[in-house]
C-alpha cells in the first residue's frame, strides 16, 4: 500500500498536500502541534488520512510518526513543510524567537530527513520534498528568523540528495517565491489580479509531479512563482 507522510500540517498548503496524496490513493499520515484539531485532513470516507500530533523538533516525536506510518510500510513518500517566523529587526530579535525559528525550520527538517532516509534506504527508493521559502536564496530586513533557517534546510536538501541520490532515494527543494492564497492574504488577489497568488493545490500537484519523475531526470530544487511575481 503506497503511503505518505506529511510533517507541518496546517490549514494552507500542509492540508492541500495531504489532499493531493490521498486523492492519489496514498494513505497520508499527517502530522503537525494539532494535527487531530483539523478534521477537514481525516477523509474518514475513504481512511486515507491518519492525523498524528507531533512536536518535530523532538526526535522521539519525528520517530513516532514514521514507527506509525510503518504499519502500512516504509512511507513512498515525505514531505517537510514545517517553519516557524516573527518578523523582527536584527537589533530586536530576541536569541530564544531566532532559535525556536531555526528549530522548526531547520532542526526539524533535518530530523525529518534523516528518519525517512532510515528506512528508505533499504528499499532502494523513495522521495524526501522539503518546501523552501524566497528566503531560501537571499535574506531580507526583517527577515533574518526565516531566511537562517532556509537557508540551512535548503544545505540540508543539498547534502542529502547528494548522498542518497546513488541508493535510489530521491531528495527535492521546492522554493515557493510568492505568497500563498488564504484567507489573510485574500485581499492581495483583488489588488495584483487573478491568479496572482499561489493557490496551495496547483502547488501541491508539483509535489506529486516531482515524486512520481522518472530517476533519469530527477530534479532536486523547483521554485513556484505566480505570473505576477518578480524575479
Same mark, same amino acid.
Given at each position: 500500500?503506497?503511503s ?8 494552507? $498548503?500542509?492540508? *492541500? ?12 499520515? *499527517? ?6 484539531a $483539523? ?6 470516507s ?22 506509525? *506510518? ?9 514531505i ?5 517566523? &516573527? ?8 536569541? +530564544? ?37 524566497? *528566503?531560501? $536564496? ?25 548522498? $542518497?541520490?546513488p ?23 483583488? +489588488? ?6 499561489? +493557490? ?7 509535489? &506529486? ?23
Open positions: 500500500m503506497a505518505a507522510v506529511v510533517v507541518g500540517v496546517g490549514p494552507g $498548503l500542509g492540508a *492541500a498536500l495531504v489532499r493531493a496524496f490521498a486523492n492519489e490513493g496514498y494513505t497520508v499520515f *499527517a502530522a503537525a502541534r494539532s494535527a487531530s $483539523l478534521p477537514s485532513l481525516d477523509d474518514r475513504k481512511g486515507r488520512v491518519v492525523p498524528i500530533d507531533c512536536d518535530a523538533t523532538v526526535e522521539a516525536d519525528v520517530e513516532r510518526i514514521f514507527d506509525s *506510518a510503518a504499519k502500512v510500510g516504509v512511507p513512498d513518500v515525505a517537510f513543510n514545517a517553519g516557524a517566523f &516573527v518578523r523582527s529587526s536584527i537589533v530586536e530579535t530576541k536569541a +530564544e524567537e531566532f532559535e525556536r525559528c531555526w528549530r522548526v525550520g531547520c532542526f526539524a527538517g533535518f530530523l525529518v530527513g534523516q528518519a525517512a532516509a532510515r528506512r528508505m534506504i533499504a528499499n532502494g527508493r523513495g522521495t524526501i520534498l522539503f518546501t523552501g521559502a524566497t *528566503a531560501s $536564496l537571499r535574506g531580507g530586513a526583517g527577515f533574518v528568523n526565516l531566511a537562517s533557517p532556509k537557508f540551512g534546510l535548503r544545505a540540508v536538501a543539498q547534502s542529502m540528495a547528494r548522498e $542518497l541520490g541508493k535510489g532515494i530521491h531528495v527535492a527543494h521546492v522554493i515557493i517565491d510568492g505568497q500563498i492564497h488564504s484567507e489573510r492574504y485574500a485581499h492581495l488577489a483583488g +489588488e495584483r489580479g487573478p491568479d496572482s497568488l499561489l +493557490e496551495p493545490d496547483a502547488i501541491a500537484a508539483q509535489y &506529486v509531479a516531482v515524486h512520481r519523475q522518472h530517476r533519469s531526470a530527477w530534479t532536486h530544487e523547483l521554485d513556484l512563482r505566480p505570473w505576477s511575481e518578480k524575479f
